[in-house]
């Protein structure tokens, strides 16, 4: 959509940029932790023993990507040079793994 409306607003010299970050450190990651153990206690123990092992393997990857969060302060400073420069980018990819699944995108 970002896309769609550089081309729209063009003409208008209007300058449209988006900022996509990857995985960033918030707390936002203890929340749902928390929720997530809430609701997990209230499982039946049918559904523990079904989807016990999936489970498990999400908060493995939940966790592991709660470590490798970029500081919220990097796309504070992306979203402050799109808004402050002469000319900003369209696209400000904020982290490696930003980079990494907005090339995995174009193949």
Known sequence: MTDALCVELHASGIEVSIIEPGNVATPIREKSK???????????????????????????????????????????????????ARRPKTRYLVGRDAKVRASSRRD
Do not use: C, N, W
């Open 34 to 84: 928390a929720s997530a153990d809430t609701r997990e206690a209230k499982f039946p123990d049918i559904a523990s023993r079904i989807y016990g092992r999936q489970m498990a393997a999400v908060r493995r990857f939940a966790e592991k990507a709660a470590g490798a969060g970029i500081d919220t302060d990097v796309v504070a400073q992306a979203v402050a040079h799109a808004l402050m």
